[in-house]
């Protein structure tokens, strides 16, 4: 038995994107020939595509992934921004200083609750910023 491999979506050479333009049967030996279209998650690196199989797992709870992958908040946002633009979405500067603004709300009340020191809570702020 042929064994499979993940399929190649960049040149290793230039970094462009690679065309599928063969698919063949190993039974039959069957061929088909054209240009066909890759799916954009081939595109994604190994470390994105665990990110979004991470990120699926836990249905888009960003404080599950955060817990999962024992990464911060905003490393979390900044995953989920480089996945969409590599999948080819805009992710505009408006919705990155929203993103931050919740961020800072989202800590403050931590704060108030007593869930983080003084200290985190500036630590945080400081990351939020960034």
Do not use: H, W
């Not at 800072?104 to 809570?121: D, F, H, K, V």
């Amino acid at each position: 038995m042929v064994q499979k491999r993940k399929i190649v979506a960049r040149c290793p050479a230039c970094g462009s994107n690679l065309e599928v333009t063969r698919f063949q049967c190993f039974e039959c030996d069957t061929a088909i020939e054209g240009r066909f279209e890759i799916c954009r998650f081939c595109l994604l690196s190994r470390e994105q595509r665990d990110f979004v199989e991470t990120f699926l797992r836990v249905r888009g709870n960003i404080k599950e992934v955060e817990r999962e992958l024992g990464i911060s908040y905003p490393t979390v946002r900044s995953r989920l921004d480089q996945v969409l633009r590599t999948l080819g979405y805009d992710v505009g500067r408006a919705d990155e200083e929203e993103r931050a603004e919740e961020r800072r709300t989202e800590i403050l009340s931590r704060l108030n609750r007593g869930e983080i020191s003084p200290e985190e809570a500036v630590r945080l702020l400081r990351e939020t910023r960034r």
